[in-house]
């Protein structure tokens, strides 16, 4: 039997994570059929309301976020890292929904791509605290 850790040990995915998977796309199910037999839900009103679903995408890394720091129990390279891609992705789906315009919000991206290179991540979810990812 091999003593070895565990190197490429992936994380275990939360058992909330299908349910509310799930969830969303029956809720969006729910919204579109309600919208096509003229029920008008407030947030379709607004202009990009499509910009909701660059927003869902933070969920992803905000849960890794989580999940590296429940794992850990610090907020150490990879969870920042995590944080950083959500940021990223609300950022965009905020200048979306807004409308807001890219020629002033175009240097957090440059931030963004500097603090992903600060904050890259240290381990994999669920390797021991020694152990570096190849």
Request: glycine fraction near 10%; hydrophobic fraction near 50%.
């Amino acid at each position: 039997m091999d003593n070895q850790p565990n190197r490429h040990r992936h994380p275990a995915t939360p058992p909330w994570a299908g349910i509310a998977a799930g969830v969303v796309v029956v809720a969006l199910g729910v919204f579109f059929l309600l919208y096509e037999f003229g029920v008008r839900v407030p947030f379709m009103a607004q202009h990009h309301w499509w910009a909701i679903f660059i927003l869902i995408g933070a969920i992803g890394p905000l849960g890794q976020a989580i999940a590296y720091y429940r794992s850990h129990g610090r907020i150490d390279g990879s969870v920042l890292h995590s944080l950083t891609t959500a940021a990223a992705i609300l950022t965009i789906g905020f200048i979306f929904l807004f409308d807001a315009r890219w020629d002033h919000w175009w240097p957090l991206f440059v931030i963004y791509g500097g603090l992903w290179m600060i904050f890259k991540r240290t381990r994999r979810y669920g390797d021991p605290p020694g152990n570096r990812p190849e």
